[in-house]
């Protein structure tokens, strides 16, 4: 009898750190543009949306335009998408992906649209 508890016991943490190791691969951390661009992992990168270098590839069926971070670097995005609907209102993007042959291909794109989110000014009237 106690050795059935030590078995199943050993089983269950054998589960439960398989379990932990597969969902620690599932996170996709947020980095910089330089570690973006060096990484041979799936990262998440933050940036303000370049309007001027908004463009779809129609043949390759792909979104690309630039994003710039806090320190004015900027970075091209490819999405092999077509934009998502509110993409034309964002300020902000966050790309899902990794950087292939000096760009970075995203995977998925996390729009931030700030002003969909801020309140109307109270005028006290």
Request: with cysteine; glycine share 10%; charged share 25%.
């Amino acid at each position: 009898m106690k050795r059935a508890y030590i078995v199943g016991g050993i089983l269950v943490l054998a589960f439960a750190a398989l379990g932990v190791s597969q969902f620690k691969s599932l996170l996709t951390p947020y980095v910089g543009f330089q570690e973006a661009m060096a990484s041979e992992t799936q990262v998440q990168v933050k940036g303000k949306i370049v309007r001027e270098s908004v463009r779809f590839d129609r043949e390759a069926n792909r979104l690309i335009f630039d994003i710039t971070d806090e320190e004015g670097r900027r970075m091209t995005v490819e999405y092999g998408r077509a934009a998502p609907g509110n993409f034309a209102q964002a300020s902000h993007v966050v790309a899902v992906g990794q950087a292939k042959n000096g760009v970075f291909e995203a995977r998925d794109l996390l729009i931030k649209c700030p002003s969909k989110y801020q309140g109307e000014t109270y005028t006290g009237e």
